[in-house]
C-alpha cells in the first residue's frame, strides 16, 4: 500500500470514528497510530469517558474481529488465555481457546486484577502469542491490547508494574469535553434514539495490516534516529527521575513517529514527528523520584522540559 493511500484511509477512519465521538481528534488520532505501529494502548482516566466505547469503534471501523475482558480480583490468568477441557468423545484433553485470542482485545479496567493474572498478558503483549503447559499458540494478527485503568480509583486495584507498562507503545488520557462538546454530545443521545452506537467498516483486517506495512516504508535519517536517542538518553541523567527510558521506549517513539509522518503523507520523519508522539509514548515509562509527588510533577512535564532543552536536527 502507497503512503498517499494509507494517509486517505486514516482520515476516513477518523471521520468515521469522529461520528459519534465529539471533539477528541487528537485522542483518536493518537488511538490510530497506536494501532498503526503494532503496539499495545493504555487509555489512563476517569469514568464515564467514553474509552470502552471508543475501543468497541475503531474494531468497527477497522473491521477487527473483538473481544472484551473484564478484569476483576477473582480472574484468573486461564479465564484470558484458555486451557484445556477434556473432550469425553475423544476422550483426550483438547485446547480452548480465551477471549485473548481475537484481534482487539479491551482489557477493561486491567488493574483490578491481581498482578497473576496480569503477567498473562506480558506474552501476547510482546511476541504475539499464549503459552499453556508448555504449547504455544499464535494469536490472530493483527493484534491490539487496548487497556484502560482508573487513576484515582486505588481501594482493590493492583497497580501495574513498570515491566508491564513498558509493553505499551503510549498511554493516553481522555479527558472532560467542554460544554459545548458535552451538549453536542447530548444532542446526538437525543437523534439517535438509543443508548449503542454503531459504525459501518471503513477498512477490514487485511487492510490495516497493509497500512501498518507502510509505516515500514517511511524513512527516518541518522539525525532523527540520534534525536531519538538524546531525548530517551537524557530521561536517565534528569535529576528528578528515578529510571529512565529503556531502548523499548526509543523504539516506540520511534515507530510512532513513522506512523504519524505515514497519516501525513509523507515518507521520512520530522523532529516535530518525534516532538508530536514523544509525551505519549514516554510519560508512562518514567519512575519519578517519590518526593515529586507532593510538587504535583507529572512525567509529562519532565518529557516536555526535555523536548524544550535538547537541540532539535536540521533537516537533511
Known sequence: MQIAEAASLSRDILAALQQVIIGKERVLQHLLLGV???????????????????????????????????????????????????????????????????????????????PKTQAALLEVMQERQVTVEGTTYP???????????????????????????????????????????????????????????????VIDAARLRQMQAAVEHVHAGEAIEQYIVSITAATRQHPQVQVGVSPRGSLALYQLARAHAMVQERDFVLPDDVKAM????LAHRLLLKPELWVRGV???????????????????
Open 36 to 114: 498503526y505501529s503494532g503496539g499495545n494502548i493504555l487509555i489512563e482516566d476517569l469514568p464515564g469517558l467514553a474509552k470502552t466505547l471508543i475501543a468497541r469503534l475503531i474494531a468497527q471501523v477497522t473491521g477487527l474481529q473483538f473481544k472484551r475482558i473484564q478484569f476483576t480480583p477473582d480472574l484468573l490468568p486461564g479465564d484470558i488465555t484458555g486451557g484445556f477441557i477434556y473432550n469425553q468423545k475423544l476422550g483426550e484433553f483438547e485446547f480452548r481457546p480465551g477471549p485473548l485470542f481475537t484481534n482487539l482485545v479491551l482489557a477493561d479496567e486491567v488493574n483490578r486484577a491481581p
Open 139 to 201: 494469536v490472530p494478527l493483527p493484534f491490539v491490547v487496548l487497556a484502560t485503568q482508573n487513576p484515582i480509583e486505588l481501594e482493590g486495584t493492583y497497580p501495574l508494574p513498570e515491566a508491564q507498562l513498558d509493553r505499551f507503545i503510549m498511554r493516553l488520557r481522555v479527558g472532560y469535553p467542554s460544554p459545548e462538546e458535552e451538549r453536542q454530545i447530548l444532542a446526538q443521545r437525543g437523534a439517535r434514539r438509543q443508548d449503542q452506537a454503531a459504525l459501518e467498516p
Open 278 to 281: 514523544a509525551s505519549a509514548a
Open 298 to 316: 507529572q512525567a509529562e512535564d519532565i518529557v516536555r522540559d526535555l523536548l524544550a532543552r535538547i537541540p532539535v536536527p536540521k533537516a537533511d
